[in-house]
């Protein structure tokens, strides 16, 4: 997960007489799709001309960093390709399929097709909705609370417990983006990286209206890509901070978007991170900006911690009207997953 992007990550077997005789996935990017490190793996090639190959997604039909894998499929002379759905990127649209029937090669496209494009959400909600995939996560007490009101050092009050932790290290490698909203950063001074988990660490993304977060914050040290987005009216107010900052306009890991708080917020970051190719965000907080995504519905996924403790009094949760697809228990906490259906 997350390093094949922004190519998806494609998973393929091949079969011979109902025994497996190779399969593979997407490498990193810009190295072997599925279907070539399938065939790679095949020790003896003769048996191609006699296999099916099962692939998630429709084989791609034109040059990118690497050659067509349809090209390859009939450069080996395989005699059934099986397709889980087909890719409705326009560079492979059904080329793919028209490449491999013109060809002689029998197509059954459509195989557990719903459980494909669940697998590739990511890539086709980019392609199609023209925005990120979007997952919401947080954690609350058991009286729904995500925070104190106030603390004594500026840093997170944890509610979910060590385990419930890695895992959202773990989510975070494997999603392209972060997003936090100010109040998260001036409270807690978050990092916003990959720690208790092996990965590569996501585009950060801060939501700063008015530019009050001071430049010493750890989401711009400059260690990961961070994107800002500031209020239109405070254009003045950037330049001023950039023109006395020559540091910040050589640091080409940081990048400011101006839009319009007034209207749509979560609508105009979707835009302009799809204009970033960017493919999925977990956006961690705080309520205020979970509860902008919520009320425009634009969100996907929804994983909520329920913590093992009270606060009494704090800041509120978000409000969730969904219906809930899975509890998950891990020891004393309870991870509820809602999809936006």
Excluded at 19 to 33: D, E, K, N, P, R
Excluded at 83 to 101: A, F, M, P, Q, Y
Aim: charged share 25%; aromatic share 8%.
């Amino acid at each position: 997960m997350g390093t094949a992007r922004p190519n998806p990550s494609v998973g393929a077997v091949i079969v011979y007489n109902d025994v497996i005789i190779g399969a593979g996935f997407t490498s990193v990017y810009g190295q072997s799709h599925a279907e070539v490190n399938a065939i790679a793996s095949v020790q003896d090639k003769s048996l191609l001309k006699e296999a099916t190959i099962y692939v998630t997604l429709e084989p791609c039909a034109h040059f990118g960093k690497t050659p067509p894998c349809a090209d390859l499929i009939v450069k080996h002379q395989l005699k059934k390709v099986v397709i889980g759905c087909v890719d409705t990127n326009s560079l492979v649209s059904g080329k793919g399929i028209e490449r491999l029937e013109k060809a002689g090669v029998q197509v059954v496209v459509g195989v557990l097709e719903d459980e494909c494009r669940r697998h590739h959400k990511r890539f086709f909600t980019n392609q199609e909705q023209k925005r990120p995939y979007i997952i919401l996560k947080w954690a609350e007490t058991k009286d729904r609370f995500v925070a104190p009101l106030t603390k004594n050092k500026q840093q997170p009050v944890w509610i979910s417990n060590t385990y419930s932790k890695q895992l959202v290290h773990k989510w975070r490698a494997e999603e392209h983006a972060i997003l936090v909203g100010t109040n998260t950063v001036l409270a807690d001074n978050p990092n916003l990286t990959v720690r208790t988990w092996s990965g590569q660490n996501p585009i950060r993304i801060v939501l700063d209206k008015n530019l009050r977060l001071p430049k010493e914050a750890n989401v711009f040290d400059g260690a990961v890509k961070t994107i800002v987005f500031y209020a239109i009216e405070k254009q003045k107010k950037l330049q001023e901070n950039l023109a006395i900052s020559k540091n910040e306009t050589d640091n080409t890991s940081l990048v400011f978007e101006a839009i319009d708080f007034s209207n749509a917020i979560a609508s105009q970051i979707c835009r302009k991170l799809h204009g970033h190719k960017i493919q999925s965000v977990i956006i961690e907080g705080g309520t205020q900006t979970l509860q902008t995504f919520i009320d425009e519905n634009l969100w996907d996924e929804a994983r909520v911690f329920i913590g093992d403790i009270s606060f009494e009094k704090g800041i509120n949760a978000p409000v969730l009207k969904k219906n809930l697809k899975k509890q998950i228990y891990i020891k004393n906490d309870v991870l509820k997953i809602y999809m936006n259906d």
